[in-house]
């Protein structure tokens, strides 16, 4: 029959058109599993990326001094723009040898003094307190801007 081959083609075609959409809906979700796998060894935590890749950090230098306040009071960072922090102590700094950078979760230790390199990329902005783990140190600040 003449007039059933248009109906033919038109189911035809929705199959077809059907098959696109699951083979799509296959590649976003495999495009999803993909990019969850490529992100899982970049450590994430909290309002920073930990280990950034690619893009050339900024070096900055904080010390832990015997006085329990650091040489710097403030830092400024970018958003996005990873951090590689180089942090050391005054022997004498007591718990000052710990730096947690607070609401961060960015913590690292001194323990003779000695350099610690902590890498991490702000993703909020704002304006977050570093003390030692009892916040017994002055604290200073790391300002994040946009
Ligand atoms: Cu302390």
Redesign the pocket.
Known sequence: MMTEKPKISTTTLFLVMLAIAVLVFAGLVYAYVSAANSTANTQKSGNVILQPTGEKPTDIYLKALST?SYDKQEITVKKGSPVRLHFSADPSA???R?LVIYGLNVSTVSKNGEEQIVEFTPQAEGTFEY???????KPGKLVVVP
């Open positions: 329990f007591g718990c000052g710990q003390s030692c783990g009892m916040r017994m140190m």
